[in-house]
């Protein structure tokens, strides 16, 4: 299962990365993450405990390893299961009006089928769309 959303943000890609790379201090303008913490610095290999909320309001924990750390253009991470791998990648592109930001999610395995009842395509993209409009938001003021 894969999915997708982007925003563009009328704001250079350095600006840009200043803010969406400090991962640690999204809880305090995204209404999606309730706690981020990362076990090191901001480095491939490194991990990341992130309470989130759900769509419908209660909180769950996702514990995933920082994979890909491109200053300016990649962040991504990995979280592992018993059967399944969820993978999501953010980019930052430059664009004439702005960065875009794209956030990718794919999510494989044989057990992939017992994430998406609770993780539907629907509730990923409200997650992701909440996140980048509050990202969006942050960076306006």
């Excluded at 305090?28 to 290999?45: C, H, I, Q, R, T």
């Amino acid at each position: 299962m894969s999915v997708a959303a982007s925003v563009v943000i009328p704001a250079d890609p350095a600006e840009v990365w200043r803010t969406w790379s400090d991962i640690e201090t999204w809880p305090e303008w995204n209404p999606v993450y309730l706690k981020v913490e990362m076990d090191g610095e901001l480095a491939s290999g490194t991990r990341v405990e992130m309470q989130m909320r759900h769509p419908r309001g209660r909180a769950f924990w996702t514990r995933p390893w920082l994979t890909d750390v491109v200053p300016g253009s990649e962040l991504s991470w990995m979280a592992k299961g018993m059967g399944l791998k969820a993978r999501t990648l953010t980019t930052l592109e430059e664009v004439p009006s702005g960065t875009k930001l794209r956030i990718d999610a794919q999510t494989t395995g044989f057990m992939a089928f017992a994430y998406r009842i609770a993780m539907t395509r629907k509730v990923q993209a409200s997650l992701f769309l909440d996140t980048l409009n509050a990202f969006a938001e942050r960076m306006r003021v």
